[in-house]
């Protein structure tokens, strides 16, 4: 990947896209209460900036510090822009905020080190865990939703079957990617 390549010397790069990336979900997200809503809720987006970060990596630590910091960057500049434009910081938003920073610094460097197994051993692994993100989340909302545990409503993707099947197919594809680049390049996995 020619991005990946050229950004190897630049991880200011992905911090910058990660903070990017989470001003636009916020703006995206908006206080609409439809399908930009479910789609502002997805988790599995923010999972692949750090995954890409950590693939232009060429150590481990490297990867998963810069999956990290894009994850932290991307959930902060996706509450700061959410604040500032939407005036909505209270005691819910921000034990809300806490809560998802917490989860950005668990699935960032998680992500990021994926990114540099994928980039260092093509494991299929690493790669299908990323489409596995894209088509696990909606299953998670139907069966913890049938079973009490997740309120099913206007945040929850059953609520909008076209974004439930939008975010499966765009995971089938990603698995896809990552099957058919692991078989072109026709050389087993050591890991």
């Known amino acids: ?6 950004a190897r010397s630049t991880p200011l790069l992905f ?5 990017m990336f989470g001003v ?3 703006l995206f997200k908006g206080e609409d209460w439809g399908a930009r809503t479910i789609v502002g809720n997805l988790s599995a987006p923010w999972l692949v900036l750090p995954f890409v970060a950590g693939w232009s990596r060429r150590s481990f630590a490297a990867a998963a510090a810069l999956g990290a910091a894009t994850s932290v960057l991307s959930v902060v500049g996706f509450y700061v822009c959410y604040a500032l434009v939407f005036s909505l910081v209270n005691s819910h938003t921000v034990s809300t905020d ?8 668990v699935t960032g460097p998680v992500c990021g080190a994926l990114g540099y197994w994928w980039r260092a051993r093509r494991s299929l692994a690493a790669g299908l865990a990323v489409g596995a993100a894209f088509l ?3 299953l998670a909302q139907l069966v913890l939703g049938r079973v009490g545990q997740v309120p099913v409503g206007h945040t929850s993707v059953l609520a909008h079957p076209l974004v439930f099947a939008l975010e499966a197919l765009i995971g089938f594809a990603v ?4 099957v058919a680049a692991r078989l072109a390049r026709g050389k087993p996995e050591t890991t």
Not at 1 to 6: D, E, F, L, S
Not at 98 to 105: I, S, T, Y
Not at 175 to 178: A, E, Q, S, V
């Open 1 to 6: 990947m020619i991005a990946v390549k050229r």
């Open 15 to 19: 911090l910058l896209l990660g903070l």
């Open 24 to 26: 636009t979900a916020a």
């Open 98 to 105: 806490v809560a998802v920073l917490v989860g950005g610094l």
């Open 136 to 138: 696990v989340e909606p």
């Open 175 to 178: 698995c896809g990617w990552f």
